[in-house]
């Protein structure tokens, strides 16, 4: 790091969120969003260089709880992130839209999901049924429109749950957020040093690294490092999932799912989600505590190309697609040539005690010069597979942290939004 302290480090109130993901990313711009720069200074400390290389840009991008708890905020915070994709579907720059999305059942659902009274036009539809016949009374259905092009049931399901979900593209999405985050006054703290951030031994080496001065009047961490911190807060409850994913040249119109039946193996769920305008991704896995041989061998399977030939496409991707083929009947033409673009594999953040949103004091005794310096630390990690279903709403609730932070200290960089 550059030994010269950053120019905009004058504020009293100064935010460092650490990490370069969907939770990093959406968290400082919400903050800027609500507080505007010139009540507290916001700065990311994160590689941009390898922003492609994080598990967010790589995951499916679906709006959908996926092994992520505890259920009741999950809803609150999901509900939040649905809202918020709404409205930035309403801008093309961002890759976020709504497609209709589709889980297959054997047998009729016995309920519906936690989340069904916050999504739009859920339906349940049995295989010979309209969705008008079939409509759950609980759910806030808007329109019927979603079936009218309502792909086929595969083999040996029979009943379908139906609604319009969120769908990202990552990439896209990420950089749309680096974007606006850098418009809404923003800063990335290693970029004056022209070398990437170093990895930290500890969370609160960060403060040093950033070359903070002890004159601010508060400094607060925010802790976004997904999977990082089980390492930099020795949290033994994080468990790496390991997921795979085959990005397939095709432009689907919606999300396929099942939910038990033959493609519904829990290690090994069968799902095809759009990515973009040209491509989708197959899915997947979700393998926990693999021998550490193994799982380094799986996650270095990730690999990008125009066309991969087959020899080239790993076994357990060649499954998947194979299951895909069998959800999703259109593939199942014999003249239906599928050309992969790419296999990707990463590990997601499963949390056994749930997403860890708190705040922590930092003791500082004997760090800082200032007697009045209070530090703090708001942890927001442990996502699982809903990383993105609960991004903004977990922004949400840091901001609120930050808030109510703020509120304990007489300054006129910070107050009430």
Not at 34 to 63: E, H, K, M, P
Not at 146 to 166: H, I, N
Not at 263 to 280: A, F, K, S
Not at 339 to 364: C, F, K, N, Y
């Amino acid at each position: 790091m550059s030994s010269s302290t950053h120019p905009e480090t004058a504020a009293e109130v100064v935010v460092v969120v650490v990490g370069c993901g969907i939770s990093a990313l959406t968290t400082a711009v919400h903050l800027l969003e609500t507080f505007g720069s010139g009540r507290l200074l916001v700065g990311i400390y994160g590689d941009l260089t390898q922003l492609n290389q994080t598990t967010s840009c790589g995951c499916a991008g679906l709006w959908l709880p996926f092994h992520i708890e505890p259920q009741d905020k999950v809803r609150d915070w999901a509900r939040s992130t649905y809202q918020r994709f709404l409205q930035d579907a309403e801008n093309p720059d961002t890759g976020v839209r709504f497609v209709p999305a589709y889980q297959f059942y054997p047998k009729p659902p016995e309920s519906l999901p936690y989340w069904h009274a916050d999504v739009l036009d859920l339906a349940v539809i049995g295989r010979d049924q309209r969705p008008e016949e079939t409509l759950a009374s609980s759910a806030r259905t808007e329109s019927t429109a979603v079936a009218d092009t309502m792909p086929s049931f595969p083999d040996g399901y029979s009943y379908a749950l139906q609604w319009r979900t969120a769908v990202v593209d990552m990439p896209r999405y990420l950089e749309w957020l680096v974007a606006r985050f850098r418009r809404l006054g923003g800063i990335f703290w290693n970029e004056n040093s022209g070398e990437p951030p170093l990895p930290l031994q500890r969370l609160t080496d960060v403060v040093r690294r950033c070359r903070i001065p002890t004159t601010n009047r508060m400094t607060i961490v925010v802790n976004a490092t997904g999977l990082g911190a089980r390492t930099l807060c020795a949290d033994s409850e994080l468990r790496p999932a390991l997921g795979v994913l085959v990005r397939v040249r095709y432009p689907m119109r919606f999300v396929l799912q099942v939910a038990g039946g033959p493609l519904g193996d829990p290690q090994y769920p069968t799902y095809v989600i759009p990515r973009n305008e040209e491509l989708c991704t197959c899915g997947g896995t979700v393998l926990f505590d693999l021998p550490a041989a193994e799982q380094e061998r799986l996650v270095q399977l990730s690999t990008i190309a125009d066309h991969l030939e087959p020899e080239q496409i790993p076994p357990i991707a060649r499954d998947m697609l194979e299951r895909c083929r069998q959800l999703y009947k259109p593939w199942q033409n014999k003249d239906v040539a599928l050309s992969v673009a790419e296999v990707w594999s990463g590990l997601r953040p499963v949390r056994t005690g749930g997403v860890r949103l708190e705040l922590e004091r930092w003791p500082a005794a004997g760090e800082a010069n200032n007697a009045d310096a209070s530090r703090w630390i708001i942890h927001n990690y442990g996502h699982g597979g809903g990383g993105v279903t609960v991004s903004w709403g977990c922004a949400a609730a840091v901001t609120e942290l930050v808030r109510s932070l703020c509120e304990t200290i007489d300054t006129a960089s910070c107050g009430n939004a």
